[in-house]
């Protein structure tokens, strides 16, 4: 597998998004997505991500059960941004609301730690920005749990561009994570050139457009009951019918060059820069193998001409208005 560079954080070329496996997805199976974890280093795929909130809770235990005796081959990155006090593992209903503070950030990589089986963590995102906290309150505690040990490097989530800046200044942030993809393509504007500015790294998540752009799915109808897409802008009413024809086009381009969907897609974000790291999330092993071959997927200039060209725009916003309210701030 081939190797790129967050900052001066190495990992593979593409991560593992685990989220799925425990949560937001419809149907899990636990010993599936431990396998699947396991079959990415074996592919060189070390760069896991989680969070708090998958489960919530639950998802850390997973990738901390999956990666027993063989932590320091992976990468791992996870999350905090609310409280979890009092949550209860696996019911979302149980969450506390968002806390920035430095006593939050100092108590909750403890949690994860403990989840995940291990003494440090090599990426500490701030999940979502709480506007209530400044962000150098929340990154100059993110920068004592690097001194402490616990932390190797600090990330931001759905961060606007001037967020990231002020955080810069604390402390060196190693990347952003924000949802990028062929439908998804905001950070080009302000978000990305802002990253670059600052050798900040770029970690694409949703970069299949949630199963869509993969053809996954065609219709919410088609997942599970407790599946969160089901109820997505993109993949309800008028927006439906015009993002299907979206998908068309990639499924149309990927088979004239002989690769899939996925494939595509994923070598689509590959070929925007060295310093973009993709983490598309699956729960299955058959689906990580053939994310992981993208890796090796050349792009001409002309077939990227083309998909800019050719593409439809996305119709719809990726969240609902309340997940909307909480990106880009």
Partial sequence: MKQRKLRDLEVSAIGLGCMGMSAFYGSTDEDEGIKTIQRGLELGVNFLDTAQLYGPLTNEMLVGRAIKGHRDEYVIATKFARRFDSATPGDLSTTGPLDGSAEHVLTSIDGSLERLGTDYVDLYYQHRVDPNVPIEETVGAMAELVTAGKVRHIGLSEAAPETIRRANEVHPITAVQ????????????????????????????????????????????????????????????????????????????????????????????????????????????????QNADAVEIELTSEELARIDAELPKASGERYDEYGMASVNL
Avoid: M
């Fill in 178 to 289: 924000t949802e990028y993809s062929l439908w998804t393509r905001e950070p080009e504007a302000e978000i990305l050139p802002t990253c670059r500015e600052l050798g900040i790294g770029f970690v694409p998540y949703s970069p299949l457009g949630r199963g869509f752009l993969a053809g996954r799915f065609s219709s919410p109808e088609e997942l599970d009951e407790n599946d969160f897409r089901r109820h997505g802008p993109r993949f309800t009413g008028e927006n439906l019918d015009a993002n299907l024809a979206l998908a068309a086009k990639v499924k149309e381009i990927a088979g004239e060059k002989g690769v899939t969907p996925a494939q595509l897609a994923i070598a689509w974000v590959l070929a925007q820069g060295e310093d973009l790291v993709p983490i598309p999330g699956t729960k299955r092993r058959s689906y990580l193998e």
